[in-house]
């Protein structure tokens, strides 16, 4: 097989790979914070990290290139500080398809950590355990099915990030090309029998990424 | 646009625009869109057009040309003063049309190569998939240099100083051609619109937004 294209595999899976890991760490406390507490703003909070999933891509490619790029508002600090700019470099790709699939994660653990036995939650604290503990021990594995289920759509999404990416990493032949990205390179250049190969890929992986997500989601409802 | 305008205000006959990509409004003409008169961005895509057939090759005219230009961002701290200066340390990121699908981008690769370059700035380019990306990068910054077309900075000239205009004879001229759509029912309007493209005034409009007068 050509190099370009385990480049572009391995890639994908690397970016995704990344993305998902900060997903979950992040996606987890706010799924947290949006279900169990009360506090002002708590729903425009939900509605700013829901967004990335309704928005076209190129809206949310242009707003992270307006926070993030050389001349833009935290990029310029990291410019000036360290002659360094997450443009154009698959660390840029990474930073797309976690703004893009956060919204997946914290979707379906807020669902599964509401539905959690309010009994249960009680229980822990009349027994005294701290908070941290309730959550850490009684919460979360209540709610692992939904975690697990969010973790699955976010990775399928994050492989499949094209938009915001293509905006942010750009696309460059060896560095920045993730299956999409070079999927849609060769389309456009009419090289199809190069794709086929990532096409099937593609559809495989995520075809496998919702299915265990839908095992995972039946038995909470 | 603003012929369009001077041609209504001529003739009395309204037109109607349809913009897009050339090679995207070739297909609907093959498509069998109702379309009058097409006027390409590429020889290729109108040569696309009339191979199969829908394009009255002999009302094709190539109305216009452009030039090729080497742009930088206008507080950009980087000093660059010539195609060749793309060679400096300090040049890190050039953005470049995709010179697989952009015609810009292949525009580029001509000039690099006739002095003699390109291989050595290979590696800064950043590839984008449309012109117009090139001069997003440029304006907000991002890369350190550019090439696009002469009338792409006409339409954004505060964030972008043009370093240099590549000569004519680096790269296959950028002629755009225009041509009357087989199976029009306003054969005689289209024949006036061309004929008011190629006029004194057609041209004047044309070099105010920044196009070269065809040869």
Known sequence: MENSVLFSVRLSLQVASLATVLIVLTGMPLAYLLARKAFRGKELLDVLCTLPLVLPPTVTGYYLIVLFGRNGLIGRLIYEWTGWSIMFTWYAAVLASFIVALPLMIKTTRAAIESVDRNLINASYTLGHSEFDTALKVILPLAKRGIVAGTALSFARAMGEFGATLMLAGNLPGRTDTMPIAIYSLAGSGEWSQAHFMVLLMTTMSGIFLYIANRFTKRII | ?215
């Open chain 2, 1 to 215: 646009m603003e012929i369009g305008r001077f041609y209504e205000s001529q003739y009395g006959t309204k037109c109607v625009f349809n913009f897009g990509a050339s090679g995207d409004l070739a297909k609907q003409i093959i498509g069998g869109a109702p379309v009058d008169l097409f006027a390409s961005a590429a020889q290729k895509d109108m040569d696309e057009a009339d191979k199969q057939g829908h394009i009255v090759t002999v009302s094709r005219f190539g109305f216009t040309a452009n030039s090729v230009v080497l742009i930088t961002p206008i507080g950009a701290k980087v000093s660059l003063k010539s195609f060749e200066d793309l060679r400096a340390a300090q040049i890190e990121k050039i953005a470049v049309g995709n010179p697989k699908t952009v015609p810009a981008g292949r525009y580029a690769e001509e000039v690099f190569g006739s002095y003699q370059i390109l291989s050595s700035i290979k590696e800064k380019f950043i590839y984008t998939e449309n012109v117009r990306q090139v001069l997003d990068y440029v304006s907000r910054g991002e890369v350190d240099a550019g090439v696009v077309y002469a009338t792409d900075v006409a339409a954004r000239p505060k964030d972008i100083r043009i370093v240099a205009t590549a000569p004519e004879a680096s790269h296959k001229p950028v002629v755009y051609p225009i041509a009357i759509v087989k199976g029009t029912k306003s054969e005689a309007d289209a024949k006036a619109f061309i004929s008011l493209v190629l006029s004194k005034e057609g041209k004047k409009i044309l070099q105010k937004h920044g196009f070269k007068s065809n040869k």
